[in-house]
C-alpha cells in the first residue's frame, strides 16, 4: 500500500530516513497550537458563561447578557491579526538564529498569549492574550513547515509537511471535544479549562525541540558546513564521511552559491529576482489567500453560531462530527499527495469544494424553511465540503509554499506568503458577521454567502492550473531547476531534473546540455578563461582596462568569484 501511494524510499538512496521522518512528524505537531487555538474560540462564544462573564451589557433579543457583533468580530479576528505579525517577524528570526530556535521562542510567546487568556476577566486582557498567542501561532505556522521541507527526504517531504495540517485538524477536533465537555459547566471553569489545556502540548513541544537538529541547509546558508554535515549525519543515520552523505551536501551547498550567484537575498529580490522569484512569491501568496477563501474559516470560526441561526439542534454535535470529518479527511491527502501529485490534488479539491458550496448557496436561496429540509442539507453538503478541503487545500498549499522558494530567501518568502494567509483571516474572521447576520450596516446574506466561496473555489482550480508547478518526487534544489527550465506551470509535470549545481558552479556548464534560461536579474555576463575570447571579441574599447581585463571581469575576480560562470 505505502508503494501504491507513493511512500517509497528510492533502491538508491543511502542511509535511513527513519529519523528524518520521525522528528519530521514530531515537529508537524506545531500545527495542534494553531487547530486548538482556533477552535476553542468557536465554541467559546457561545458559552452561557463566557457571555455573561464578558458583557459590556448588550442584551440579546431574549434578554440574555451577550457580546455586541463589533465584540465578537474582534475577539474572534484578534488571533489573525498577531498571527499577521508573527509570519512577518518569523522570518528575520529564523535566518538569525535558526529555525529550531525560532519555533521554540515562538511557542514561549504562544504559552505568554495563553496565560494572559486563562486570567482574563474582561475583554481588554483577553484580547492581548489572544493578539499575543497570535503572534507565536503566525510565526510557527511559518517555521514548522520551513523547518520540515529543510530536512525531509524528498520522497515523503509532501507527506510530512501534509502532517502539519493533519495536526491543525486534531488540534480542532481536540478543542471541539473540550468545548463538549465543558459549556454546560457554570462559572468560569467553562472558558478557562478550554484556554488552559493549550499550555499542554505547548510546553511538551518546546522541550522536544531541544534535543532536535537544525535544519542541514540553514547551517548551509549560514556557512557552517561542518555543523551541517553533522545534522545531516543525524538526519540521514550516514557517517559524516560516507560518500553520499557528501554528495547531498555538497550539492545543497553548490545550488546555494548558484542561487547567489544570480541574484542577492534581499526582500527586494523575493519580488524581483532570479529565477522566477516573482512568479513565485504570486503562487505562494495567491494560494494561501485562496485557502482562506474557500469558506473554511466560517466553518471552523462560526460554525456553532451559524448552525444556531440556521435551526439546528445541538450545535456543539454537529460542530464535533464536522471536525472529525476534518481530521479523518486528511488522511487520504496524506496518502495521495505523492502518488496523485500537488496540482491535481488541489484541481480536485476545487472543483468538490465548488459544487458542494454552490448547492447550498442553490438550496438555501430557493428554500426559505432552513429549519427542514435546507438545514438537512446544509450539514450533509458542508461535511462534503469539509472532506474535499482537508484532503486537499488544507494539507497542500502548506506542502507547496514550503517548496517553491529558494534557500536564500525561502524564510522570507514563506513568511510573506503565510502572512497573506493570515490577513484574509483576518478579514474574514472579522467580517463574516457582517456579512451574515441581519441588522444595520451588515448585508444580511445567511446561507447565500456560500455563493461567494463557492465562486472562489472555481477560481482557486483555475489559478492552480495556470500558476501551481508540479513539486512532487525531487529535491528543493531541482525545483529551481524546473523554475528555470519549464516556462508553463501545465507543462511541469512531465519534468526531469538534469543539473548539477556542483558543475554548473565549477564547470560553467551541465551534462545534459540543457542551458539555464536567462534571467532579468542576471549579473553581467562574463566567463572563465575558456570563454575569454569569445567575450572580449564583443567588447567595446571603453569596457578595458589597459592591460586588456574588461571592467566586468576585475569585478568578478575581486569578489572571488572568478570560478562561477554567468554566461548562462
Not at 191 to 215: D, K, M, N, R
Not at 531 to 545: A, K, L, V, W
Amino acid at each position: 500500500m505505502a508503494i501504491a501511494m507513493g511512500w517509497h524510499k528510492p533502491d538508491n538512496v543511502a542511509g535511513s530516513s527513519a529519523p528524518a521522518i520521525m522528528v519530521g512528524l514530531f515537529v508537524a505537531t506545531g500545527g495542534v497550537l494553531f487547530g486548538y487555538d482556533t477552535g476553542t474560540i468557536n465554541g467559546i462564544l457561545a458559552m452561557r458563561s463566557f457571555k455573561d462573564q464578558f458583557s459590556t451589557g448588550f442584551r440579546d433579543d431574549n434578554g440574555l447578557l451577550a457580546l455586541r457583533p463589533d465584540q465578537i468580530s474582534i475577539t474572534v479576528a484578534i488571533l489573525s491579526a498577531g498571527t499577521f505579525a508573527g509570519a512577518l517577524l518569523s522570518a528575520p528570526f529564523g535566518d538569525w538564529i535558526g529555525r529550531r530556535l525560532s519555533i521554540i521562542a515562538s511557542i514561549g510567546v504562544f504559552i505568554l498569549g495563553v496565560i494572559f487568556q486563562v486570567t482574563a476577566n474582561a475583554l481588554p486582557l483577553l484580547l492581548a492574550g489572544r493578539f499575543l498567542a497570535g503572534v507565536g501561532v503566525g510565526s510557527v505556522s511559518v517555521l514548522v513547515p520551513l523547518y520540515q521541507s529543510e530536512m525531509a527526504p524528498k520522497w515523503i517531504r509532501g507527506t510530512l509537511v501534509c502532517a502539519y495540517q493533519f495536526s491543525i485538524t486534531v488540534g480542532l477536533l481536540a478543542a471541539s471535544i473540550v468545548n463538549q465537555l465543558t459549556y454546560k459547566i457554570h462559572g468560569a471553569a467553562a472558558y478557562q479549562i478550554p484556554f488552559g489545556l493549550q499550555l499542554t502540548w505547548a510546553v511538551i513541544l518546546s522541550l522536544g525541540l531541544l534535543v532536535l537538529p537544525e535544519t542541514p541547509r540553514y547551517l548551509i546558508k549560514r556557512g557552517d558546513k561542518y555543523a551541517a554535515g553533522l545534522a545531516l549525519s543525524r538526519l540521514r543515520r550516514l557517517d559524516i564521511t560516507h560518500p553520499a552523505l557528501v554528495e547531498e551536501l555538497a550539492e545543497i551547498e553548490a545550488n546555494h552559491q548558484y542561487e547567489l550567484a544570480l541574484s542577492s537575498a534581499s526582500y527586494r529580490d523575493v519580488f524581483m529576482g532570479s529565477p522566477h522569484l516573482g512568479r513565485r512569491i504570486l503562487t505562494g501568496c495567491g494560494l494561501q489567500m485562496l485557502q482562506q477563501l474557500t469558506g473554511i474559516n466560517f466553518i471552523m470560526y462560526y460554525g456553532t453560531t451559524f448552525f444556531l441561526g440556521a435551526g439546528v439542534s445541538n450545535p456543539f454535535t454537529i460542530s464535533l462530527v464536522l471536525n472529525v470529518i476534518n481530521v479523518v479527511s486528511t488522511v487520504p491527502g496524506l496518502f495521495v499527495v505523492e502518488s496523485w501529485g500537488r496540482r491535481k490534488l488541489l484541481i480536485v479539491g476545487s472543483i468538490g469544494m465548488a459544487i458542494c458550496q454552490l448547492v447550498i448557496a442553490i438550496f438555501s436561496t430557493v428554500a426559505y424553511d432552513m429549519k427542514g429540509l435546507v438545514a438537512k442539507l446544509l450539514i450533509v453538503f458542508l461535511a462534503f465540503f469539509v472532506f474535499f478541503y482537508a484532503a486537499s487545500w488544507g494539507p497542500v498549499a502548506w506542502v507547496v509554499t514550503s517548496e517553491i522558494y529558494p534557500l536564500k530567501v525561502r524564510a522570507k518568502s514563506m513568511s510573506i506568503s503565510t502572512a497573506s494567509n493570515w490577513l484574509l483571516n483576518f478579514g474574514i474572521a472579522y467580517g463574516t458577521p457582517f456579512l451574515v447576520e441581519e441588522g444595520t450596516g451588515s448585508a444580511s446574506l445567511g446561507s447565500k454567502v456560500f455563493f461567494l466561496w463557492g465562486a472562489f473555489c472555481i477560481l482557486g482550480a483555475v489559478f492552480v492550473y495556470c500558476m501551481v508547478y508540479e513539486t512532487s518526487k525531487i529535491s528543493l534544489e531541482q525545483i529551481d531547476e524546473m523554475y528555470e527550465r519549464v516556462h508553463l506551470a501545465w507543462k511541469s509535470k512531465g519534468f526531469e531534473p538534469s543539473w548539477s549545481f556542483q558543475q554548473l558552479r565549477d564547470e560553467g556548464f551541465a551534462d545534459s546540455g540543457i542551458q539555464p534560461a536567462e534571467h532579468e536579474m542576471e549579473p553581467p555576463r562574463t566567463g572563465s578563461t575558456a570563454t575569454d575570447t569569445s567575450i572580449q571579441t564583443t567588447q567595446t574599447t571603453e569596457n578595458h582596462t589597459e592591460n586588456g581585463e574588461s571592467e566586468e571581469d576585475k569585478a568578478v575576480r575581486e569578489l572571488g568569484l572568478s570560478n562561477v560562470d554567468f554566461s548562462y
